[in-house]
């Protein structure tokens, strides 16, 4: 949550944005900036957005146990990558984010099926899963293990 406080510092006023960040823990952290003139006030997010990275990279380093080898660095590329996959996903809508989950599901059952040798095209996949409607010509096996893949 953002908002703008006013602290007194030997009597004079400042203006202050705040931040509150939850962490994976539970704990909560809170990151403020100075604003100095009215240009400043939108230049906040970039800066709220770089130390909320910033916490929780730090985060990650201090409690994650490393057994592999993963290095602090690649550690902080992951998280950098959670981070933005995370703010892609709130962006989306909740229909824009069940019709990505809908094509990811398709295109991980026609994929993981053709592997193993079946012979439904991806549209027919997307037929037998999202219509429920069996296609003429293909063994009833391949369309039940179509449509048990979803369900699994």
């Known amino acids: 949550m953002t908002y703008t406080t006013k602290k007194r510092i030997k009597g004079k006023s400042y203006l202050y944005v705040i931040e509150s960040v939850r962490l994976p823990d539970g704990s909560i952290k809170k990151i403020s900036k100075l604003i ?4 400043e006030k939108e230049n906040y997010k970039t800066f709220l957005e770089m ?7 730090n ?10 080898p993963i290095t602090k660095e690649d550690v902080k590329k992951i998280e950098e ?15 824009q984010l069940k019709d990505l989950f809908d094509r990811f599901t398709v295109n991980f059952t026609y994929e993981s099926n ?11 996949v997307a037929i037998v899963l999202f219509e429920k409607q069996s296609i003429k010509g293909k063994d009833l096996r391949e369309l039940y293990e179509t449509r048990n893949s979803r369900n699994a």
Do not use: P
């Open 36 to 39: 100095k003139s009215k240009k």
């Open 114 to 124: 053709a592997i193993e040798g079946n012979s439904l095209t991806l549209k027919d």
């Open 59 to 68: 985060f990650a380093l201090q409690n994650y146990q490393f057994k592999c």
């Open 51 to 57: 130390k909320k990275r910033e916490l929780f990279i």
């Open 81 to 95: 990558i959670r981070l933005d996959y995370k703010k892609i996903i709130s962006s989306l809508s909740k229909a």
